[in-house]
């Protein structure tokens, strides 16, 4: 019947987020012995508890700084360690005691309680047990064994250790000797249990390709007989074992894919027993679990930070407890509300002092009140009296009399405040290129790393325009990972590049390529001003080859070489570009060959020819995005290589490397050369600055860059470079492939100032811009003019340089990271199709709703909106709809705050938008929203915001919730389509909304009523006091309803004059 009953009386309940994980994962579980507790761990050193079946939060704390390695709950508290710290920690979350010595207690790697409750043993990594006496928080014995262990348990007659030879060590739990030693397992014990007389283990084994896997039998050793048993067979690779108190000799045995069966360690396997469950980790590892002592409640924790719930089928949630036998917790007392008081009622008269204030028992004081001891009185020294006060006064007696100074009114007195209070305040934000001349730095104004200078309003009260009055906007830095700034417009001012992605349009969820077609939009829809690439960075940071190469920073003072990470940058970008136009461009057309504009614009085709030396030549053709420049290793004094001659030899480079021959039967090295089949359309060159040879290279060169070079391709491969001069004459379109001019195009450089020096610095002046040349087609549109121009990108500061600028290059403080080359006329060789953007959203993306949620056992919530109807027709030209969003912070916000009171904001926080809800604003069903979706994020959140937004934890996570859960990407469709429509939203505040949201609504289509009820030379009122002066509500909702109505009330008769008058 035992068997009957585990074979399927467990499932998953629930999952339960483990709170605060910078680094994702559970790393170990304990159910509290003496309550109705549930300990968890995590890898970055934070210890939480859950009460009751239901795992309701309890406490969180941060117990170390390094991963937490176990969890021993005991009666006085719960004893946690580190692999350098043990610290103890009431159920309050109060610290106990901690204990650090790196000299007895070094790389600990399991505890276990001892017969005496106030003592642990401890075993450590150097082949040492320590015992430590928690009462005198101190050592009390030490004793070295053979191997270093792994797991520690207590028997009842002997201290059974697990090491990591795979030995099971028997020790006499008083005196810690050595009683008896099995070898078990060939490889290390990663998990042990005692049931009973029974002792089982489990460990890894040696497979047939000579590696570490779990191996699929349990060892067992009988304590009493002393002897060992036969190894029992299991379905899965054990890593964890446990107990089962309430059924004797049960264990649950548990792998570190999720699967974990019940098996018996001296009863038959019955096909019963042999049932396999599976928790669901999403294909994760599962790093812990454990049985409460009940029986009834099973825990796992994988490598996100989530714990799964399981417990019997049969019990009912009243029945389910986690320990029989617990004592009752200690609760925080609830705090009694103040009473209310009503300061319209007429019998208090409304006065101030009607307050009732606190009650100070006799004999204490307040805070305010300090003693004589630590405080004098100080007289405010009145200022001297004027000059011209003391020549013009006439004594009589012992009193002065002179005639009263204008401007100030009886017996009034002068202070000078200047001192005190800075009535002259700047309107201008201070910038790098207004500031005092520094005498040691050698980098111009308009190169150095430019700040934002934050107000009370945060970024909206910075003056961008002063630093960019051109028609072209630029990008914000205050963004993590904004360092590929100036790449991004590279991108986006060459035209095939910025055409084709401006049409590119998929379904996936993270696609780069989509990104920068809504960054290009913006960029095109603005006339100078700025933007930011919130979004593109958003999509960036959720690739994991881009965090594998190191290109995700999470903070915005990350040291890094930006001249090495923006080449890493182009190279890792080009690729995934071509990728994913390339797909998208494959599952639409499947009869052609599919190429991207990426591979026309950059690809090379290229034969390489290996030689081993054997002799044996093996020829291959590949194409290649971009060409890392090879620089001469020792070059000579009197030797000058010119830049024409650097390129060729990076462009046929030959290098010794590593083949397989096939006469060899094995790999041997040989020699590889390349030879250029074609040349590309445009040359994109990684100068490799983070070597010594490109810095004597680019030190020698110390002029300027060619504005032009001639590539020829001849009939023995080698191509021949020549410099040549630029023209404004294009070469015609029947230029032969094998031979081109290639054009000057773009200079993304490093600037880095050597004479400062910023090493007791966190952050660092140095910043990366781009000499960008801008062609009459991005003029025209801009401009109404046809002109080519070469300006400087610096981030959000643009302005236009010469074209001798652009080419010059100063090593004392500019380095070139990332060089383009054009071919003369190279919009020529595209089709007028190819430079057409073709980008059209229909309606469909409003009624094609897609839930993105992943947990199968959570119930979605009732729909909160009425899905646009086809009979009721879509939004058009001059419809009015309503708009509200809700955000989460990311990343607080730094501050610093002066002696003399004034605040001065680092950092922003970082904001992500969380809920976005849309309401018809006409119609049957006028004040309905038709859109009210909740934005799947896997990006850490550090405050909800729930006082203000309504989000919860858990609202957001594809694994737990249960609103209507979509991506960010199908809601900004969403807007995209109404903002190409040209309907009116009205909504308040919706600058910073549609900032946060990254999209630019012309300002005709905006009616915000922060400016629509603002005086001049008045602060902003809030969407609250609105709603009570208008409506005159006693209590204010700050709803897009309330919005929707006020509006209606005052402006629908006039809905078509002030719709005018705000266009």
């Known amino acids: ?38 300990w968890a761990s995590t890898f970055e050193g934070r210890v939480c508890s859950y009460y009751g079946p239901n795992l309701e939060k309890y406490t969180s704390f941060l117990a170390h700084t ?59 990594q150097d082949n040492k047990l320590v015992t430590f006496d928690m009462s005198q ?96 067979s299991t ?94 917790s200690l609760f925080p007392d609830q705090v009694e509300p103040a009473p209310y008081m009503d300061f319209d009622d007429p019998e208090l008269g409304a006065p101030l002092s009607a307050a009732p204030l606190t009650i100070i028992p006799s004999g204490s004081k307040l805070l305010s009140d300090w003693p004589a001891l630590n405080s004098r009185y100080v007289l405010r020294q009145p200022e001297p009296i004027p000059s011209d006060i003391l020549d013009n006064m006439k004594m009589v007696q012992f009193v002065g009399y002179a005639p009263k100074p204008t401007g100030l009114h009886r017996n009034q007195c002068p202070y000078q405040l200047s001192k005190y209070h800075n009535s002259s305040k700047k309107t201008e934000p201070e910038s790098p290129m207004m500031r005092v001349d520094n005498p040691l730095s050698v980098v111009p104004k308009p190169y150095r790393r430019v700040e934002i200078k934050y107000s009370k309003l945060g970024v909206e009260g910075f003056d961008f325009q002063h630093y960019n009055k051109t028609s072209f906007a630029g990008l914000e830095i205050h963004i993590p990972n904004a360092y590929c700034n100036a790449m991004l417009q590279v991108l986006y001012f060459l035209e095939p590049v910025c055409c084709s992605l401006r049409s590119h349009k998929c379904s996936r969820e993270f696609c780069l390529s989509c990104e920068l077609n809504f960054l290009f939009r913006m960029l095109e829809q603005c006339q100078g001003g700025h933007c930011q690439a919130s979004n593109f960075l958003r999509t960036f940071r959720t690739l994991r080859e881009a965090s594998a190469l190191g290109l ?84 000579s004094p009197l030797q000058t290589v010119s830049f024409a001659a650097l390129i060729q030899q990076s462009l046929c480079r030959k290098q010794h490397t590593h083949m397989w021959c096939d006469e060899c039967a094995r790999y041997r090295p040989a020699k590889e050369k390349r030879r250029i089949v074609s040349l590309p359309r445009t040359l994109c060159l990684t100068c490799q600055v983070e070597y010594d040879e490109a810095r004597r290279f680019w030190a020698a060169l110390n002029g300027a860059l060619p504005l032009s070079l001639s590539m020829q391709i001849k009939e023995e491969g080698l191509i021949v470079l020549e410099e040549a001069y630029s023209s404004d004459q294009d070469v015609c379109s029947s230029t032969p492939k094998e031979s081109a001019v290639f054009d000057l195009v773009s200079v993304v450089g490093h600037v880095i100032d050597s004479t400062i020096d910023n090493s007791a610095s966190d952050e660092s002046n140095d910043n990366l811009v781009a000499h960008i040349r801008v062609g009459p087609s991005y003029h025209l549109r801009k401009e109404d003019k046809s002109s080519t121009r070469w300006y400087l990108f610096n981030d959000f500061a643009v302005q236009p340089i010469s074209q001798v600028e652009a080419a010059s290059i100063d090593n004392r403080w500019f380095t070139p990271c990332v060089l383009m080359y054009s071919q003369r006329g190279v919009n020529s060789l595209f089709s007028e199709d190819a ?5 059209q959203l229909d309606s469909t993306v409003l009624t094609s709703d897609r839930l993105h949620r992943t947990a199968s056992n959570v119930t979605q919530s009732p729909l909160t909106f009425t899905p646009l109807q086809i009979h009721e027709g879509f939004p058009c030209r001059g419809d009015i709809i309503a708009i509200d969003a809700e955000f989460v912070t990311l990343n607080q916000e730094e501050a610093e705050l002066h002696s003399d009171g004034t605040h001065l904001t680092v950092k922003p926080s970082q ?145 078509c004059s002030w719709y005018f008058y705000v266009c």
């Open 835 to 839: 430079l057409k953007v073709v980008y």
């Open 235 to 328: 379905m899965c690779q054990p890593m964890i074992l446990r107990h089962v108190p309430s059924m004797g000799s049960t264990l649950l045995v548990v792998s570190q894919a999720g699967e974990f069966q019940f098996i018996h360690v001296g009863g038959l396997v019955t096909p019963a027993t042999m049932c396999l469950h599976q928790v669901n980790t999403q294909g994760l590892p599962c790093c812990a679990a454990d049985v409460s002592p009940s029986g009834q409640f099973l825990a796992f924790g994988d490598s996100t930070g989530l714990i799964h719930n399981w417990s019997s089928a049969e019990s009912t949630d009243e029945d389910i407890v986690l320990n029989p036998y617990s004592h009752p």
């Open 66 to 124: 390094d991963p937490v390695r176990q969890l021993l709950p005991l009666q006085a508290g719960v004893v946690s360690i580190s692999p350098s710290e043990l610290r103890m920690t009431a159920r309050t979350g109060l610290r106990c005691f901690s204990h650090k010595d790196t000299t007895k207690l070094n790389e600990l790697q399991c505890i276990v309680g001892g017969q005496d409750v106030s003592k642990i043993l401890i075993g450590c």
């Open 911 to 1055: 904001l992500s938008v969380a809920r976005v809800s849309v309401v018809r604003g006409e119609g049957m069903l006028e004040g309905t929203p038709f859109i009210d979706d909740y934005i799947s994020t896997s990006e850490q959140v550090v405050d909800y915001l729930t006082r203000f937004s309504g989000i919860k934890p858990g609202d957001l996570d594809a694994h737990m919730s249960s609103k209507h859960l979509t991506t960010l990407k199908e809601t900004y469709l969403k807007l995209l389509y109404l903002v190409d429509t040209g309907v009116s939203f009205v909504g308040h505040g919706l600058k910073k909304d549609f900032r946060v949201i990254n999209i630019k609504v012309p300002a005709n289509q905006v009616l915000d009523t922060v400016e629509l009820f603002h005086l001049p030379n008045h602060r902003f009122v809030s969407l609250k006091f609105l709603a009570w002066f208008l409506l005159g509500k006693s209590f204010a909702h700050a709803c897009i309803q309330l919005v929707l109505e006020t509006l209606h009330k005052f402006v629908q008769p006039r809905k």
């Open 137 to 232: 928080v101190s050592i009390t014995q030490e004793e070295t064994i053979e191997a270093s262990p792994t797991v520690l348990r207590q028997s009842e007659t002997f201290t059974c250790v697990g090491t990591a030879t795979g030995d099971l060590i028997l020790l006499d739990p008083t005196s810690l000797k050595q009683q008896y030693r099995i070898h078990q397992h060939p490889a290390a014990v990663t998990d042990m249990v005692v049931a009973g007389h029974y002792i089982a283990t489990c460990s890894y084994s040696i497979n047939v390709f000579n590696q570490l896997a779990g191996d699929e039998r349990l060892a067992v050793y009988d304590v009493r007989a002393l002897r060992p048993l036969c190894p029992l």
């Open 552 to 635: 995700v920073m999470s903070d915005l003072k990350c040291q890094m070489d930006l001249g090495k990470i923006i080449q890493q940058w182009t190279s890792f970008v080009l690729q995934q570009l071509h990728q994913e136009t390339l797909s998208s461009k494959s599952s639409n057309a499947a009869s052609s060959p599919a190429t991207s504009v990426i591979q026309d614009m950059f690809s090379t085709d290229v034969e390489i020819e290996s030689v081993c030396r054997c002799g044996k030549q093996i020829s291959r053709a590949a194409s290649e995005m971009n060409f890392p420049l090879i620089y001469p290793s020792s070059p």
């Open 1 to 38: 019947m035992q068997s009957e009953f585990l074979a399927g009386s467990f499932s998953e309940v629930g999952v339960t987020g483990c709170e605060n994980a910078n680094q994702p994962g559970v790393s170990f579980l304990a159910f509290d012995p003496e309550e109705e507790l549930l």
